[in-house]
Antibody, heavy 118, light 107 residues
Framework: QMQLVESGGGVVQPGGSLRLSCVAS????????LHWVRQAPGKGLEWVAF????????YYADSVRGRFTISRDDSKNILYLQMNSLRVEDTGVYYC???????????WGKGTTVTVSS | EIVLTQSPATLSLSPGERATLSCRAS??????LAWYQQKAGQPPRLLIY???NRATGIPARFSGSGSGTDFTLTISSLEPQDFAVYYC?????????FGPGTKVDIK
């Protein structure tokens, strides 16, 4: 069945960097766009970034634009989120999600936790 | 940027009752709206896409309606497993935010 597994979360100081990974299986990875969505502790969902199926376009939330970069490696079925200049408010669970081809998210990973703290 | 608001913030109901959740957009999103369910400690699950289409495996007690700026998710008869947080999401224009959520809890 379709599956997404995130990794790479951890504790980092403000101003630091992390790279999250999301390994996909059970579907043709190169045919679908992919999202990152995050959730601060006790808060709601925040859409973070999207990459099209062919990597031709990326879209970002204003809160992360210029600091985060979404990318994909279709040869390895892996989605990445490079996070630089991290802030305390970037703390939360980060989910990757598969796009249905219409910008709705139909398959989700279980998430990886990022904590930004001094 | 389109902003979504959801009401009520919390809905306290008993199993078997009907739940009506509202999502309002700051400008028209046509029919480009989805609903997700999230239970504690779990990732979200797509329930409804394009306003009124149930995702794969979603029971018929879940239905969506609306257009433009006002949308409704209805759960016709609450089952114990339906007590959760529900989020709407628009995909009419970038960025594609979620609403703040409605928590449906047991009365």
């Amino acid at each position: 069945q379709m599956q997404l597994v995130e990794s790479g979360g951890g504790v980092v100081q403000p101003g630091g960097s992390l790279r999250l990974s999301c390994v996909a299986s059970g579907f043709t990875f190169s045919s679908y766009g992919l999202h990152w969505v995050r959730q601060a502790p006790g808060k709601g969902l925040e859409w973070v970034a999207f990459t099209r199926y062919d990597g031709s376009n990326q879209y970002y939330a204003d809160s992360v634009r210029g600091r985060f970069t979404i990318s994909r490696d279709d040869s390895k079925n892996i989605l990445y989120l490079q996070m630089n200049s991290l802030r305390v408010e970037d703390t939360g669970v980060y989910y990757c999600a598969k796009d249905r081809r219409d910008y709705y998210m139909d398959v989700w990973g279980k998430g990886t936790t990022v904590t930004v703290s001094s | 940027e389109i902003v979504l608001t959801q009401s009520p913030a919390t809905l306290s109901l008993s199993p078997g009752e009907r739940a009506t959740l509202s999502c309002r957009a700051s400008q028209s999103v046509s029919s480009h709206l989805a609903w997700y369910q999230q239970k504690a400690g779990q990732p979200p699950r797509l329930l409804i896409y394009a306003t009124s289409n149930r995702a794969t495996g979603i029971p018929a007690r879940f239905s969506g309606s609306g257009s433009g700026t006002d949308f409704t998710l209805t759960i016709s008869s609450l089952e114990p497993q339906d007590f959760a947080v529900y989020y709407c999401q628009q995909r009419s224009q970038w960025p594609i935010p979620f609403g703040p959520g409605t928590k449906v809890d047991i009365k």
